[in-house]
């Protein structure tokens, strides 16, 4: 088995998919000769041509629109918008019609959309390239919403999701591309939407999380482990739909949770997921239900990054909270 | 001492030569008359009383659909009188296997392209029945966000390229319509592409209430064409023939692997915006109706085809009495359709059913099942 970066996973599933089916095509802002900005569609304009890896006039709204046409001839476009702050400019291509399609159209016609996103903090780039804006996405019926975490799970993520009937949204965070490497089948293989995965097994307190702060939980947890406290670390990977079984059962199993996100504490993610463990496992609950995210500000300038972004110091802190409630 | 010479260029006189090449195509004028024998696409008799007959029908079922919506039997209706040539003519140089990407008012052209009557009626009541588009039948429902169509049909006009269809895509918005961002990415990405698409801007003079001029200081939309490099025309969209002839051609340019085209038709919506309360009499004058009027595209082909003997007040009436008899069939078959629950809308919501959705859905079952 290889040895991969999330990028590389990533590249490797669209290639996956370019040689699977023939409907499957690749376009978006610089993605054919210039392999993208990030380098996550190197080569593949070489190895399959102009015709299914192609670059696009630059507007978002555009490509948003081009692959609901697409799809409507039977294809199955997976465009990459360059950085998720520019989803703003196709807001209407996604939520508004792409979202919709099925619905609107009384399940006859559908939209399998797959639309790949850079986004995250932590790696200083400017304005509007950085934001965590999947809450604007996952309140959108007709949309699944995914995030993977590690270079295995992206593989598997992206190919279910190319795969899929209905319109998702691939966000991939920038800290994570390169940040490790680990063992990736180099064959076909997929990762079912909507299921979490536990990442560290645990006894006495539950974290809910996903993406970057996936890997500031897992540090989180092994310093409380070194206190004697044993933490289940949930990644959720789909953020919509919940995976709300995995979720429920854990919290009653330890009796405490906590949700992390990277993404600012209002009309987040990690709101939805403490509502759910409270329509459902109130009674199994120890302790409040307690949530790390960023503050409510606009996504800071980037010398201010790492003082705005959540740690593994703020989960360990809100943890200990939980913990000895 | 010398003039000092700008550094910027001003494009206005370049520009008036430009825009006098956007010289309204017509072929009939307004008393019927062939004026422009070389533009003439000269259909065959029975193609000339098929499209006055669609005119004729589309002109009644615009009444009658008023009229149902004054009585509370249709929901959410735009007017079409007025625009018939636009539509109809436009429609009538495509083929079966061209897609359609309309916009709310386009329900016309959507009827004659095979979308069952009761169906339009069903969209129009709220009823998702409505827009459950039969199998091979090539649109899209109404576009209800301005201009969103038009991005989409670069698309449809890409993947038809890709297909190596021998099809256009072929999408309608407004005078506003043509402001939007949608518009210049979509004539922008097909002119890119070279796809086969073909844009039309039915200028109705009005954006609910906002006149023509305030949309843009371009004197003619059809030259909105030249930024995205495209061919573009200005037709009289009154005119049958005329908005016929640019339509075929747009759409033999097309097939040939030429590219998108962008026609404009001038032309004018008697009634309201839509049935929702709109008052036209706070945004235009009676004067203005009535010059309008004057064009009308069933007048001047009415006289045009009684001219030539193709066409009769027995024929005329033959065709009304057809629509009315259809209308009448089709509302009926409307009626008929069964009660909408929630558990129909969860259920067309993803094609399989996660989880949250589930537990609602059965919830919904079990209180619209008793």
């Not at chain 2, 550094?7 to 030569?17: A, G, Q, W, Y």
């Not at chain 2, 000339?48 to 079922?61: A, G, N």
């Not at chain 2, 004058?285 to 309008?292: A, F, G, K, L």
Request: hydrophobic letters at 40%; proline letters at 5%.
């Amino acid at each position: 088995m290889a040895q991969m970066t999330m990028i590389q996973a990533i590249t490797d599933a669209l290639r996956t998919e370019l040689q699977n089916d023939e409907n499957v095509l690749v376009f978006g802002e610089d993605v054919g000769n210039n392999g993208g900005v990030f380098r996550a569609t190197e080569g593949l304009q070489k190895e399959f041509g102009e015709d299914r890896v192609f670059d696009t006039p630059l507007a978002e709204s555009g490509i948003g629109g081009l692959a609901i046409g697409l799809a409507l001839q039977g294809f199955r476009p997976v465009p990459e918008i360059q950085f998720f702050g520019f989803v703003y400019e196709v807001m209407d291509s996604i939520n508004g019609q792409m979202a919709r399609m099925r619905f609107r159209s009384g399940g006859s016609l559908n939209s399998p959309v797959t639309i790949r996103s850079p986004f995250g903090g932590g790696v200083h780039t400017p304005e509007m390239h950085a934001d965590s804006l999947e809450s604007l996405m996952t309140s959108q019926p007709g949309l699944k919403v995914v995030v993977p975490s590690t270079p295995y799970d992206a593989k598997g993520l992206l190919i279910s999701s190319i795969r899929d009937n209905d319109p998702v949204v691939f966000l991939e965070h920038l800290k994570l591309y390169r940040s490790g490497r680990q063992e990736v089948p180099e064959e076909s293989y997929t990762i079912p939407l909507g299921k979490a995965d536990v990442k560290r097994e645990g006894k006495d307190l539950t974290i809910v999380t996903y993406g970057a702060m996936v890997h500031e939980s897992l540090k989180a947890a092994e310093e409380l482990e070194t206190e004697g406290y044993s933490v289940e670390v949930i990644d959720l990977r789909t953020i919509q739909p919940l995976d709300i079984e995995t979720i429920i059962a854990s919290v009653e199993k330890t009796g405490r949770a906590m949700v992390v996100q990277e993404a600012q504490k209002q009309g987040g993610i990690a709101a939805g997921v403490v509502a759910e463990i409270m329509d459902r496992a109130i009674l199994s609950l120890e302790a409040p239900v307690l949530r790390v995210a960023a503050p409510d500000s606009i996504f800071p300038f980037s010398q201010a990054e790492q003082v705005w972004l959540p740690n593994s110091k703020d989960i360990v802190e809100t943890a200990k909270k939980v913990l000895t409630f | 001492m010398a003039e000092k010479k700008s550094l910027i260029f001003d494009p206005v006189e370049t520009l008036h030569s430009i825009e006098e090449k956007f010289e309204m195509v017509q072929v009939l004028n307004e008393e019927g008359e062939i004026v422009n024998e070389e533009a003439d696409p000269k259909l065959s008799d029975e193609d000339l009383q098929e499209l006055m007959s669609r005119m004729v029908y589309t002109r009644i079922l615009d009444q009658r659909s008023i009229s149902l919506n004054r009585q509370g039997r249709l929901g959410f209706y735009a007017p079409t009188a007025g625009q018939e040539a636009s539509q109809l003519a436009s429609h009538f140089a495509l083929k079966k296997e061209d897609f359609i990407l309309p916009g709310y008012r386009d329900v016309p052209q959507l009827i004659w392209h095979g979308w069952p009557l009761h169906q339009a009626f069903l969209f129009s009541r709220g009823h998702f029945m409505g827009n459950q588009m039969p199998e091979g039948l090539n649109i899209l429902p109404p576009q209800i966000i301005i201009g969103a169509q038009y991005i989409q049909a670069a698309g449809v006009a890409l993947g038809m390229q890709k297909r190596k269809k021998e099809a256009v895509a072929i999408t309608y918005t407004g005078d506003g319509g043509s402001s939007q961002g949608d518009f210049y990415e979509g004539i922008n990405f097909a002119g890119s592409f070279r796809s086969p698409a073909i844009f039309i801007v039915q200028n109705n003079q009005y954006a609910i209430s906002t006149p023509r001029e305030l949309q843009t200081s371009a004197k003619t939309i059809a030259q909105k064409a030249v930024a995205a490099g495209i061919p573009g025309v200005l037709v009289d969209g009154m005119d049958p023939l005329a908005v016929y002839a640019v339509t075929r051609d747009a759409r033999e340019r097309a097939i040939k692997g030429e590219g998108p085209t962008l026609i404009e038709t001038l032309c004018y919506r008697y009634g309201p915006h839509t049935m929702a309360g709109d008052d036209p009499t706070r945004y235009r004058t009676s004067d203005i109706d009535s010059e309008w009027e004057k064009k009308d595209p069933l007048v001047r082909f009415r006289k045009y085809l009684e001219a030539k003997g193709l066409w009769s007040e027995e024929k005329e009436n033959e065709v009304i009495e057809r629509a009315k008899d259809e209308i009448k069939a089709a509302i009926k078959k409307a009626d008929s359709a069964p009660k909408q629950t929630v558990t129909n809308m969860l259920e067309i919501m993803y094609e399989e059913v996660p989880f949250n959705v589930k537990e609602q859905l059965e919830i919904y079952k079990a209180k619209e099942s008793k």
